[in-house]
């Protein structure tokens, strides 16, 4: 078989030819040497790259951010992924690129409806996704591991388990998926049904019961309990309520510049917009839907400070709401290190890598650029705000439960990483030893330590005033 071409995938090449490519690239980057991380001494310090952030954001919410980072090294964790990818920087790769997550901590995986009403485990953040390093991922991936260990008060014995067996996942998945076909690869996913059957003989009675009502709780969350959380009756007509600073209405919201009206109008317009960012299909089952309300949704930890709306809409009537989030897109954190988006817009960037990085994704799935609600043009991406979300309370596991979670994320991340990058090629470079698994486990308990003095030094400058930070 003749082929001409190269691509990142591999498939310029014979399978047998790619398989020997990743062998031999442990030569270059032997699996042993990602256990090493040293920070540059000379690199800007993780509260100056914070705060190179802090300007694109809304100053009154940066204090929010900042103490929601504070309260423990894996919330600081969260929050720090752009200290993360300048660390990450000079370590050893392949040079077998992905669509990366860029964010891949335990807290980005969860359960969603899919559109066919399924209940599906997949990695659920993209916002800093960009074509990068699938060591990169991995890496962010046991270290978060790593750290929730530590803050749930394990041993080092049972952290080192949990990380092994996540990375020991990652490596095995990518294997399997070196042995499949393209299609098989795209069509692989993780239903609650194929979760409950592998976990089943891993888990006590008792831990299988909260993974049950784990799955209950998202299956419930729906736009209409969305409804009843978010809405109140005002005038006669429902309007989302406020609940200063998680949400703010527009009447209250700082810096616009903008009666509450004229942001109504102009927002309504964003939305409008974005419309087109949709499949003819999708744009005829949105028209069904009418804007009743907006306002301003601080969301997660490494987020807080970036717009984030949430539109009330209707259909039919009042028993038939729609909730959407038109959350904003800026700078991948992995650009200034992996190379520029392809994409112009940054809500474009997160769209097609959620997109190639998920089995399904949400059927409202669009972007928008905006302009005119302030003196800045402004990328958001827009989803549905919940539809049957999950995500696992980490803060609350047990050892065995972190392992056995852990697995499920690295699986997914390697079903990901297949999807677009070359299955064969880093399956090859893995192996079949745990090699890799342990030098990466090393690199895991190195950055936590890292971690907790870096969380040290945030509370330090939060405590002398140089940082500023507000609960909320």
């Not at 894996?74 to 392949?94: E, N, Q, W």
């Not at 097609?352 to 991406?381: C, P």
């Amino acid at each position: 078989m003749t082929r001409t071409t190269t691509r990142a995938d591999g498939s310029g090449l014979t399978r047998g030819e790619r398989l020997v490519r990743g062998k031999l690239a442990r030569a270059a980057t032997p699996r042993s040497q990602h256990a090493a991380f040293a920070r540059d001494l000379a690199a800007p310090a993780p509260l100056n790259l914070l705060a190179g952030q802090d300007a694109t954001r809304v100053p009154d919410l940066v204090p929010i951010r900042y103490a929601r980072m504070a309260v423990s090294p894996f919330t600081y964790f969260r929050g720090a992924a752009l200290p993360m990818a300048a660390d990450l920087d000079g370590t050893p790769v392949t040079g077998f690129p992905v669509q990366a997550c860029g964010d891949a901590h335990l807290m980005n995986f969860g359960l969603f409806a899919s559109p066919e009403r399924r209940m599906v485990f997949d990695i659920n953040d993209f916002d800093e996704t960009t074509p990068g390093p699938w060591e990169w991922d991995v890496k962010r991936l046991a270290a978060s591991v790593e750290i929730a260990g530590r803050d749930n008060g394990f041993t080092g014995k049972q952290c080192t388990t949990a990380v092994l067996a996540t990375v020991g996942e990652y490596r095995r998945a990518m294997r399997r998926f070196a042995g499949m076909t393209a299609l098989e690869v795209w069509y692989a996913h993780a239903d609650v049904e194929a979760v409950r059957a592998v976990q089943a003989s891993r888990l006590s009675a008792a831990r299988r019961r909260r993974l049950d009502r784990t799955v209950d709780k998202a299956r419930a969350s729906d736009h209409l309990r969305s409804l009843r959380r978010f809405a109140t009756s005002s005038g006669g007509r429902l309007r989302i309520a406020a609940d200063e600073p998680r949400i703010i209405t527009l009447d209250r919201f700082p810096g616009a510049g903008h009666t509450a009206s004229e942001l109504m109008t102009r927002l309504t317009g964003v939305f409008q917009a974005y419309r087109h960012s949709l499949e003819p299909e999708r744009q005829a089952l949105l028209d069904r839907y009418t804007v009743a309300d907006i306002a301003h949704k601080v969301v997660g930890v490494g987020s807080v400070g970036t717009r984030c709306w949430m539109i009330l809409l209707f259909g039919n009537d009042d028993a038939d709401p729609l909730f959407l989030q038109a959350k904003e897109a800026g700078e991948s954190v992995l650009e200034r290190f992996a190379g520029r988006s392809r994409f112009g817009n940054a809500g474009q960037r997160v769209v097609v890598g959620q997109r190639l990085m998920q089995t399904v994704s949400d059927i409202f799935l669009g972007w928008v650029r905006v302009r005119g609600l302030d003196d800045h043009a402004r990328d958001f991406y827009l989803r549905q705000l919940r539809d049957g979300k999950g995500t696992a309370m980490v803060s609350t596991m047990d050892p065995e439960l972190l392992a056995a979670y852990g697995r499920l994320c690295g699986w997914t991340l390697a079903r990901a990483h297949a999807r677009t990058g070359d299955p064969i090629a880093i399956g090859g470079y893995l192996g079949s030893s745990p090699v890799f698994d342990r030098a990466v486990r090393e690199f895991a308990g190195t950055y936590a330590d890292r971690t907790e003095h870096d969380h040290a030094t945030l509370r330090e400058a939060i405590a002398a005033g140089r940082v500023p930070a507000r609960e909320g």
